[in-house]
């Protein structure tokens, strides 16, 4: 079964730096693109970033351009988000997600993972 | 950016009854990608409907999807327990994707 398991969260202080990962399982990883999604507390989802399924396309929010890159290995089957320069408004659970469909740039997300939170805080 | 406006924010209904929650797009959601997913407490959001109207893989059939435009709903013809939670819709065919606000699905 598919299976999305985000790593790499915790608290660091403002200014600092994190690397996310999300490992998965379960079907062919370099056929699809893939997103970061996020989730500040109490608050509703924010797109963070995309990746095309061949590594080659990548998209970021406004919110977080210049300070974050998504990137994978599909060697490994491994989507990662590495942070930069964080605030405390980047405070959120921080989820991967996978395209429903195959080599596509466009499509709702069918499988996500559970989470890893991210707490920007002195 | 297209904002993805929800509403009612809060909707207050009992099991068995039939739910009915909105999103209306700034401008034209392009080649009908609207999805709607469905957030329980603590949980990981669930992917319901995409393409407007097409039940994602293990949705029952009570969830519908439907709409154009700017103007999309997504319904449930009876509830059950299991189903009040939050729930989004998402844009995803103008760059960046945007998703709606929310609208919490209560327990009256």
């Known amino acids: 079964q598919v299976q999305l398991v985000e790593s790499g969260g915790g608290v660091v202080q403002p200014g600092g730096s994190l690397r996310l990962s999300c490992t998965t399982s379960?079907?062919?990883?370099?056929?699809?693109?893939m997103h970061w999604v996020r989730q500040a507390p109490g608050k509703g989802l924010e797109w963070v970033a995309f990746?095309?399924?061949?590594?080659?396309?990548?998209y970021y929010a406004d919110s977080v351009k210049g300070r974050f890159t998504i990137s994978r290995d599909n060697s490994k089957n491994t989507l990662y988000l590495q942070m930069s320069s964080l605030s405390a408004e980047d405070t959120a659970v921080y989820y991967c997600a996978k395209l429903l469909l195959l080599w596509s740039g466009s499509a709702a997300c069918d499988y996500w993972g559970q989470g890893t939170l991210v707490t920007v805080s002195s | 950016e297209i904002v993805l406006t929800q509403s009612p924010g809060t909707l207050s209904l009992s099991p068995g009854e039939r739910a009915t929650l909105s999103c209306r797009a700034s401008q034209s959601v392009s080649s009908s990608y609207l999805a709607w997913y469905q957030q329980r407490p603590g949980q990981a959001p669930r992917l319901l409907i995409y393409g407007v109207s097409d039940r994602a893989t293990g949705i029952p059939d009570r969830f519908s999807g439907s709409g154009s435009g700017t103007d999309f709903t997504l319904t449930i013809s009876r509830l059950e327990p299991e189903d009040f939670a939050v729930y989004y819709c998402q844009q995803y065919g103008s760059s960046p994707q945007t998703f709606g606000q929310g609208t919490k699905l209560e327990i009256k």
């Open positions: 379960g079907f062919t990883f370099s056929s699809y693109g």
């Open positions: 990746i095309r399924y061949d590594g080659d396309n990548k």
